[in-house]
């Protein structure tokens, strides 16, 4: 069955510190998407990145970064320095596009404070 | 600008009262679905359809009634909410060709019942 786990419930760091928010996950299909969504205070969902199971690719955008590893089914978002406006719940989904029903599969949430 | 629209974003009601939330995208896609948000459950999907006049649950639809009457269109129905409905509601869409598979989202309807 599809699963998505993010053991961490709550991190708190201090700014300028470097975090990582871990995910793993479970599914049986050699196709498989993973995504990361941020969402903030206000409570909308801020879509920060996708991947596909046929790139492994580390990807960086600017003080983010995502190491997906196939061998350990992780995908873990690291936030490099820091900052107030970083604390939101992040959640990490996994979707299988051959499915019928189009679900996106949601881990519980990190809920990250950034603190000044 | 490609969006997904949802109304209201806030509601408060008492249990019983029929209402709706609906859903509206501008993007042609195929797919639409609905998610609730709860504290420490993550989203889960309550309902979905692949098209015009096809729908089908999700992992939580009891409470709940969809209809796809238009392609642009996925109103979500309670036709007498309770309270353990209160919840953060998201809808979504994303088309069925995928080749980027990515879902958009509304910006979420904070539903209370009371």
């Known amino acids: 069955a599809q699963k998505v786990t993010q053991a961490q419930t709550e991190i708190s760091v201090v700014e300028k510190e470097d975090v990582t928010l871990d995910c793993v996950y479970e599914t049986r299909d050699t196709t498989y998407y993973l995504f990361w969504y941020k969402q903030p205070p206000s409570g909308e969902l801020v879509f920060l990145i996708r991947r596909n199971s046929f790139d492994e690719q580390n990807e960086i955008s600017g003080r983010y970064s995502w190491n997906f590893q196939k061998s350990t089914s992780s995908f873990n978002f690291t936030i490099t320095a820091s900052q107030v406006v970083d604390s939101a719940v992040y959640f990490c989904a996994l979707s299988e596009p051959l499915n019928r029903d189009d679900k996106i599969i949601f881990g519980k949430g990190t809920r990250l404070h950034i603190l000044p | 600008e490609a969006q997904v629209t949802q109304n209201p974003r806030y509601l408060i009601t008492v249990t019983g009262k029929k209402l709706t939330v609906t859903c509206s995208q501008n993007?042609?896609?195929?797919?639409m679905s609905w998610y609730r948000q709860d504290p420490g459950l993550g989203l889960r999907q309550i309902y979905y359809?692949?098209?015009?006049?096809?729908?089908d649950k999700g992992d939580v639809p009891e409470g709940y009634k969809v209809s796809r009457k238009e392609k642009r269109n996925f109103p979500l129905i309670l036709e007498s909410p309770s309270p353990n409905q209160t919840s953060l509601y998201f809808c979504?869409?994303?088309?069925?060709?995928?080749?980027?598979?990515?879902?958009?989202f509304g910006q979420g309807t904070r539903l209370t019942v009371v």
């Open positions: 359809s692949m098209n015009v006049e096809v729908t």
């Open positions: 993007m042609n896609h195929e797919y």
């Open positions: 979504a869409s994303s088309s069925r060709y995928r080749v980027q598979n990515e879902a958009f």
